[in-house]
């Protein structure tokens, strides 16, 4: 199993910067894309920022340009760095990785989610 812990959330004013951290543990062998998403109660879950390993990172048009994304291979590691944060910005925020186990098995995996709110 491969299991995400994220940490980095919490309470900022609007205007405010914030960074998340997640970090993949487990039976992986490679861990080929790491990614942000978040979601609002009654509402769907939603991209934000993913990264790759062939490819650059892709952002959601809603944080384009305030948030980066970032990672670190050898830690199987991905951050997201959050600057010019907005009301509309507060949300659960999920990890997620997705790649092949020690078995050669793919996985694609979640976190247990950490709360972003942005609030005056």
């Known amino acids: 199993q491969v299991h995400l812990v994220e940490s980095g959330g919490g309470l900022v004013q609007p205007g405010g910067s914030l960074r998340l951290t997640c970090t993949a543990s487990g039976n992986i062998f490679v861990v080929n894309a790491m990614g942000w998403y978040r979601q609002a109660p009654g509402k769907e879950r939603e991209l934000i920022a993913r990264?790759?390993?062939?490819?650059?990172?892709n952002y959601a048009d809603s944080v384009t340009g305030r948030f980066t994304i970032s990672r670190d291979n050898a830690n199987n590691t991905v951050y997201l760095q959050m600057n010019s944060l907005k009301l509309e910005d507060t949300d659960l925020y999920y990890c997620n990785a997705a790649g092949y186990s020690t078995d050669f098995t793919s996985f694609s995996s979640w976190g247990q989610g950490t709360q972003v709110t942005v609030s005056s």
């Open positions: 990264i790759t390993t062939s490819a650059g990172p």
